[in-house]
Structure formats: C-alpha cells, structure tokens
C-alpha cells in the first residue's frame, strides 16, 4: 500500500479551508449557531460546516432536479440542498422528530425555500417505500439511523436515475470502522461500507472529509 501526501488538519487549517469555500449565508449561519445552542448534546449530528456548500455544489454538479433526504434533524442539509435546486425543484426529507425538524422549517422559511422541500415525519423506510418504484431520483442524502442504512440503500438505488448520486455521510464513523467486534451504530457503517463497495450497480468512491463521506453512481 502506498499512501500519499497526509496533512494533518489542525483547527488553524480547518479555518483556512472554510475560508476559501462558499461562506454560510445569514441563515445557514444562523441555523449553525442555534443547533448548537438549543441542541449541544446532540448537535454533533448535524452535517459539517463544509459539507453545506459541498451538497449544494453536487445538486448544481449533477443538474438535480429530485432530491431526497435521510435524516434531516434541524435543516442544515436540507436547507443547502434546497438552495441549490432550480426553483421547480423538490426536495424530500425524512426525520421521526417534530422538535428538531421545527428549527428546520423556520429556516427554510427565512431562506425562502420552504416551498421546495416536503418535510415527510415517519420512519424513514415507510416514507421511501412509498415513494414510486420507477428510477426519478437524481440525489439522495443519508445521514440518519447507521443501524438501518443498508435498507435505506436498497430503497434508494432502484428510484435513482441512471447517474444519480447517494452521498453518505459519517462513512469512517469516528474511526470505529476499523473495529472489527464493533457494535451497534459502528457495527452498521462497517456493513453498509461493504455493501456499497460490493454493488455492481453503483461506482463508489470513499472521501476522508470530515467524519468519513462516500459519494456513490448509479451506472
């Protein structure tokens, strides 16, 4: 194995990367800013500061039109997906908590993009398996319950179009993936990982930013 050039990211670097990437808006920032007031303990949900204007980078890279969403907790995401998408553009998203996603609407509001999204409040699997079975999704974010993502994956790849792309977040889980006796939550990224990596349907590429992020195509 030969691995290349390593740069260890300090908190001096990390500021140096989000300052050479799109900035957070008034409300993006804002979002931020109350997800780790009202939510400290479980703020760290919550999508990366530079994961934002990446995701939107994607919706505009891919010409996305159809996007869904696994996992919306307070809208950060959700929020910058939206803004992405042309203004005929939908973006669904699915989450079981009435209290975290009502920071999410608020924020949609403020942005002006509450009209683009469809906030469905259910059991993630319930929501995408009535979704219709013919290919009409061009993007879909999963960042929610890890124990579950394989289901979400099998959900997913038959509704993408061909081209279209799932972004994963928290693939490298805190490092635990290397664990082989993991459990739980860590014990699931470790299988979904391999699930990804063995289907011929899709291309996947694994990317180390921030907790671990792995964009997959279907062919």
């Not at 949609?108 to 290919?135: C, F, H, N, S, Y």
């Amino acid at each position: 194995m030969t691995k290349g050039n390593s740069t260890k990211i300090t908190d001096e670097l990390y500021r140096y990367v989000l300052a050479h990437n799109p900035p957070l808006d008034e409300v993006q920032r804002g979002l931020v800013a109350t997800t780790y007031e009202v939510f400290p303990e479980s703020a760290g949900m919550q999508s990366a500061e530079e994961q934002g204007p990446l995701l939107a980078f994607l919706v505009r890279l891919t010409g996305a039109r159809h996007v869904v969403e696994v996992g919306t907790f307070t809208g950060f995401s959700s929020l910058s997906m939206a803004q992405a998408l042309p203004a005929d553009g939908r973006l669904i998203t699915c989450d079981v908590s009435e209290e975290w996603t009502a920071y999410a609407r608020e924020a949609w509001t403020k942005a002006g993009v509450a009209d683009r999204i469809e906030l469905r409040i259910a059991p993630a699997l319930q929501t995408l398996r009535a979704m219709p079975a013919e290919p009409h999704i061009d993007m879909a974010y999963v960042d929610a319950d890890k124990e579950s993502q394989i289901s979400y994956w099998e959900e997913l790849v038959p509704r993408l179009v061909p081209g279209g792309l799932i972004v994963t977040d928290n693939t490298l889980y805190h490092g635990t993936v290397l664990d082989e006796s993991a459990t739980g939550s860590a014990a699931g990224v470790r299988a979904y990982n391999e699930h990804v990596a063995a289907d011929a349907r899709m291309e996947s590429v694994m990317l180390g930013i921030s907790d671990g992020l792995t964009l997959s195509r279907k062919r």
